[in-house]
């Protein structure tokens, strides 16, 4: 269902009205996770500004370290909620486990599925039952093979509207935290007609790395990013040292603005 042989054209998936695919570029934007009040609020007015069309920001978070913070859970989804009806932007937040799909689904405009989940086959066809949007991570160590096959999973079970994200991939060095794997882009083009974004921020680990490599994604051809962005990254309580204060994602956008039809 999502080979390029199925369907020629490619496809165009819509959240609340905006478009991911269409040959625009879209930017989704926002914290690692969600924290608190103060930060959602201060985090979401900043992305939104700079022009980011949905805001990401994970309630339930998957941990390498079962001791660290967790995510929020229904009370981060709530945060999410608010965030929204204050800027108007859909959500984008990590569905993990099977008993919480219900209750996120009350909250999220699409369904996030994380690398670490990405072989989840039972997740998969449970969120393949509904009809909201998925966006599915590739794996740090999944072939683009078997995430095409973790699409299937979902689009089997009747929902089309998915969309593929490269987010970087286990190798052998170590000066960042995963090696983006630009190739994915334009290889994932030749096989299928979803749309295919590109998440600079878990590739590279350190916010410095993630402007080139965002702009990488436009010249590879990808339909938009995924980036996280905190109002003050120092204190952020996961992935602080990649995600970008709102001034460095301001200049980024306006950056990306001058080089691609930025939606
Ligand atoms: C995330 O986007 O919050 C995340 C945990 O990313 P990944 O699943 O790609 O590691
Ligand atoms: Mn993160």
Same mark, same amino acid.
């Given at each position: 269902?999502?080979?390029?042989?199925?369907?020629?054209?490619?496809?165009?998936?819509?959240?609340?009205?905006?478009?991911?695919?269409?040959?625009?570029?879209?930017? #989704?934007? *926002?914290?690692?996770?969600?924290?608190?009040? /103060?930060?959602?609020?201060? +985090?979401?007015?900043?992305?939104?500004?700079?022009?980011?069309?949905?805001?990401?920001?994970?309630?339930?978070?998957?941990?390498?370290?079962?001791?660290?913070?967790?995510?929020? *859970?229904?009370?981060?989804?709530?945060?999410?909620?608010?965030?929204?009806?204050? $800027?108007?932007?859909?959500?984008? $937040?990590?569905?993990?486990?099977? &008993?919480?799909?219900?209750?996120?689904?009350?909250?999220?405009?699409? =369904?996030?599925?994380?690398?670490?989940?990405?072989?989840?086959?039972? =997740? =998969?066809?449970?969120?393949? %039952?509904? +009809? &909201?949007?998925?966006?599915?991570?590739?794996?740090?160590?999944?072939? #683009?093979?078997?995430?095409?096959?973790?699409?299937?999973?979902?689009?089997?079970? *009747?929902?089309?509207?998915?969309?593929?994200?490269?987010?970087?991939?286990? !190798?052998? @060095?170590?000066? !960042?935290?995963? !090696?983006?794997?630009?190739?994915?882009?334009?290889?994932?083009?030749?096989?299928?007609?979803?749309?295919? #974004?590109?998440?600079?921020? /878990?590739?590279?680990?350190?916010?410095?790395?993630?402007?080139?490599?965002?702009?990488?994604?436009?010249?590879?051809?990808?339909?938009?990013?995924?980036? @996280?962005?905190?109002?003050?990254?120092?204190?952020?309580?996961?992935?602080?040292? %990649? %995600?970008? !204060?709102?001034?460095?994602? @301001?200049?980024?956008?306006?950056?990306?603005?001058?080089?691609? %039809?930025?939606?």
């Amino acid at each position: 269902l999502a080979s390029i042989e199925n369907r020629p054209e490619p496809t165009t998936v819509y959240v609340d009205g905006v478009a991911i695919g269409e040959g625009k570029f879209t930017v #989704i934007a *926002g914290p690692c996770s969600v924290e608190n009040h /103060h930060q959602m609020i201060t +985090t979401t007015k900043g992305v939104k500004s700079a022009g980011a069309k949905l805001l990401r920001g994970g309630a339930y978070k998957p941990r390498t370290n079962p001791y660290t913070f967790q995510g929020l *859970g229904e009370e981060g989804l709530k945060l999410l909620k608010e965030s929204k009806e204050l $800027t108007g932007l859909p959500i984008v $937040t990590e569905v993990m486990n099977p &008993k919480d799909l219900d209750l996120v689904l009350e909250y999220a405009d699409v =369904l996030q599925i994380g690398a670490r989940s990405i072989q989840n086959f039972a =997740l =998969l066809k449970l969120v393949g %039952q509904t +009809t &909201k949007p998925v966006l599915l991570k590739r794996g740090m160590s999944t072939t #683009i093979e078997e995430l095409l096959m973790s699409a299937e999973y979902v689009m089997s079970e *009747g929902n089309a509207n998915v969309i593929l994200c490269e987010r970087g991939i286990r !190798t052998f @060095e170590t000066a !960042t935290r995963n !090696t983006l794997d630009i190739s994915a882009v334009p290889v994932l083009k030749k096989l299928t007609h979803l749309p295919v #974004i590109i998440d600079p921020s /878990h590739a590279a680990g350190k916010r410095d790395y993630v402007p080139a490599l965002s702009k990488a994604a436009i010249a590879v051809g990808a339909d938009g990013l995924i980036i @996280e962005v905190h109002y003050k990254p120092e204190i952020a309580i996961s992935d602080a040292s %990649q %995600q970008l !204060t709102i001034p460095e994602f @301001e200049n980024l956008m306006k950056d990306l603005k001058k080089i691609a %039809q930025v939606l």
